[in-house]
């Protein structure tokens, strides 16, 4: 199929192919003849398949065929919710990308930020709004939000939103707009929660997916390091040094490990920066623009943060921490290898993380190159037999012990880690 295939305006239509597409993905196949249909939908598809253009071009084409050149007053005919900034972000330039030969006029607004230029806009007109939850309840109970005359409602991220603890945000938008729209939910996961969302708020939805989460994992060369936890920060950065790994993606659980890593690589001169959710909107903002103009060296980020990360072409995903859903893991390292390019997963597995490893495998159902030939590999367990005499021999004295300790300080004083 073909994007000339979809009965799209031609105004659209030159805006895609100027982009270089010419056919639609999957998921724009399946979900935008739903969306012009006006039927409600439900889509399963992670980042990177194309999802936000699956919504954002039939979106601007129906409010193009309805709206036309009209220079009335602007009012809000279509909102996107969106669980962070950085989405949000994007999802704006998409529908810029994509209309930008129509009339309309589209709005980002988010919090962390003065809310005076977002009003000012407001107040000026928009067709289309994309708003993070919070700065949107705000901005209604201020009564700066009129959704009367609104036709399209995009859920988008709504596994993400549930996981922030944003559902119950969501549910206060919904009850805002009129019960007549056409409400688009999209989500990379599906669990029951969702589910039962997707039940409540939406009418009679189609429901579309697309590359069942685990195949993903088949196009990317994907590398297993075991280590043990107090060595994975000397394994990272002797691989950034030995590999001369450019533009990489370090994932970590924590916001506090996300912190440490960076600090570590810092101090062996590696250009490093994080970002979580302690960090305000506008330097988590800073970092991405500066990892994605290659100012920054290596990206350290948690499962969260990292969800509005869309970069093209980043060569390398490190799972410094697994995950401890299998599901994560894939999403993770499917923002590696896009578009046909090349990608590489490496993944550190600490003894603790061992049943995390094989949760993952036996959903990627991939075999994946464990390295062996590395500095830090796993300690035996049990100590070599011929060892044993030397072992029980030692001799328990203070003196001993206190020479021993202060010779293992110094050593460690000495590790980059």
């Not at 939805?205 to 936890?229: C, H, L, M, N, R």
């Not at 061992?354 to 300690?379: A, G, M, R, S």
């Amino acid at each position: 199929m073909l994007f000339e295939d979809l009965s799209l305006s031609k105004s659209i239509q030159r805006a895609v192919f100027e982009e270089g597409y010419t056919s639609p993905t999957p998921i724009q196949e399946k979900a935008i003849p739903i969306v012009l249909s006006g039927k409600d939908l439900v889509g399963c598809a992670q980042t990177g398949t194309g999802k936000t253009a699956a919504f954002a071009i039939p979106i601007i084409h129906n409010l193009h065929r309805m709206i036309g050149s009209s220079k009335k007053t602007k009012v809000i005919r279509c909102l996107v919710v969106t669980p962070t900034r950085e989405l949000a972000v994007q999802i704006g330039e998409s529908f810029d990308t994509y209309g930008k030969y129509t009339n309309l006029r589209q709005l980002t607004i988010f919090g962390g930020v003065s809310q005076v230029p977002q009003v000012d806009q407001l107040k000026k007109g928009v067709d289309i709004l994309i708003a993070t939850p919070g700065r949107l309840l705000d901005l209604h109970k201020q009564g700066f939000l009129d959704f009367d005359h609104l036709h399209f409602l995009v859920l988008d991220e709504s596994d993400l939103m549930l996981d922030m603890g944003f559902i119950n945000d969501v549910k206060k938008i919904v009850k805002l707009v009129p019960s007549n729209r056409q409400t688009l939910l999209f989500s990379a996961t599906m669990p029951l929660a969702i589910r039962e969302l997707a039940d409540t708020f939406l009418t009679k939805p189609e429901y579309v997916s697309v590359t069942p989460v685990s195949s993903t994992a088949e196009i990317i060369e994907q590398q297993i390091y075991f280590v043990d936890k107090e060595n994975k920060r000397g394994l990272l950065y002797h691989l950034i040094r030995n590999e001369n790994l450019k533009d990489v993606l370090v994932f970590v659980r924590t916001k506090h490990g996300a912190d440490n890593v960076v600090k570590a690589l810092k101090k062996q001169g590696v250009n490093a920066e994080a970002i979580h959710g302690d960090k305000s909107q506008t330097a988590r903002q800073r970092v991405l623009d500066s990892f994605k103009n290659k100012e920054i060296t290596v990206l350290v980020a948690t499962d969260i943060a990292a969800r509005g990360i869309d970069i093209e072409s980043l060569p390398f995903v490190i799972n410094f921490d697994l995950p401890n859903i299998p599901e994560t893991y894939v999403h993770r390292i499917g923002r590696t290898g896009r578009a046909g390019n090349n990608g590489v997963s490496i993944s550190f597995c600490g003894r603790d993380e061992e049943t995390y490893w094989k949760d993952i495998l036996k959903l990627i159902k991939v075999n994946v190159k464990t390295i062996k030939d590395h500095p830090f590999p796993w300690k035996e367990s049990v100590p070599n037999p011929e060892a044993k005499p030397d072992l029980r021999n030692k001799k328990k004295n203070n003196s001993g012990n206190k020479s021993r300790k202060s010779e293992g300080s110094k050593k460690n004083k000495k590790r980059w880690y």
